[in-house]
T-cell receptor, first 113, second 115 residues
Framework: KNQVEQSPQSLIILEGKNCTLQ??????????LRWYKQDTGRGPVSLTI?????NTKSNGRYTATLDADTKQSSLHITASQLSDSASYIC????????????FGRGTSLIVHP | ETGVTQTPRHLVMGMTNKKSLKCEQH?????MYWYKQSAKKPLELMFV???????ENNSVPSRFSPECPNSSHLFLHLHTLQPEDSALYLC??????????????FGPGTRLTVL
């Protein structure tokens, strides 16, 4: 069964600090992996997408990495800001079988001043 | 904003009521989606419409009935819902009709409470 597990479930950090969110998946055969940011009261917004051949992708202060061998991804946030407070969702798609992506439960990040 | 709007933003209904959720996309996309987001659970894809035809119905109970009159509008008709249907209902659109390949743009959602 395709699964996506995210850790930690929640995280509190101080403004200006860095943090790393983890995503482990069992989706196979692998097609792509996305990270979404969901602000409270809003829909998710795509941050990055990576395919099998990519092992890192940046979007401003957000850097995603992918290790397709260990089936792990991480999202690193540099110099956090208050506006980074949100839920971060990892989504993995398979290249065969069901074309419905597998969503993680998300990591809730709170950045304190 | 993402170019996808949803109304109403909040809805409270009884189990015997009939209501509809509306979604409109202003991006010129060809595909639209309904998702359910419950607390502590992953997003669940409910329906996919590509070029106004339903291409996916992810084992959703018949008390949820989608309608896509054109590529810019999507409705979710609700009737005889259960309290466990209380959730955030998100609409999304994409250029193509593949949820695994195409970037989806989400609306802000409708927070539904069933009493």
């Amino acid at each position: 069964k395709n699964q996506v597990e995210q850790s930690p479930q929640s995280l509190i950090i101080l403004e200006g600090k860095n943090c790393t969110l983890q995503c482990n998946y069992t989706v196979s055969p692998f097609s792509n992996l996305r990270w979404y940011k969901q602000d409270t009261g809003r829909g998710p917004v795509s941050l990055t997408i990576m395919t099998f051949s990519e092992n890192t992708k940046s979007n401003g202060r957000y850097t995603a990495t992918l290790d397709a061998d260990t089936k792990q991804s991480s999202l690193h946030i540099t110099a956090s800001q208050l506006s980074d407070s949100a839920s971060y969702i990892c989504v993995v798609s398979a290249s065969g079988g069901s074309y419905i992506p597998t969503f993680g439960r998300g990591t809730s990040l709170i950045v304190h001043p | 904003e993402t170019g996808v709007t949803q109304t109403p933003r909040h809805l409270v209904m009884g189990m015997t009521n009939k209501k509809s959720l509306k979604c409109e996309q202003h991006l010129g996309h060809n595909a639209m989606y309904w998702y359910k987001q419950s607390a502590k659970k992953p997003l669940e894809l409910m329906f996919v419409y590509s070029l106004e035809e339903r291409v996916e119905n992810n084992s959703v109970p018949s008390r949820f009935s989608p309608e896509c009159p054109n590529s810019s509008h999507l409705f979710l008709h609700l009737h005889t819902l259960q309290p466990e249907d209380s959730a955030l209902y998100l609409c999304a659109s994409s250029q193509g009709g593949s949820p695994r390949r195409d970037t989806q743009y989400f609306g802000p959602g409708t927070r539904l409470t069933v009493l």
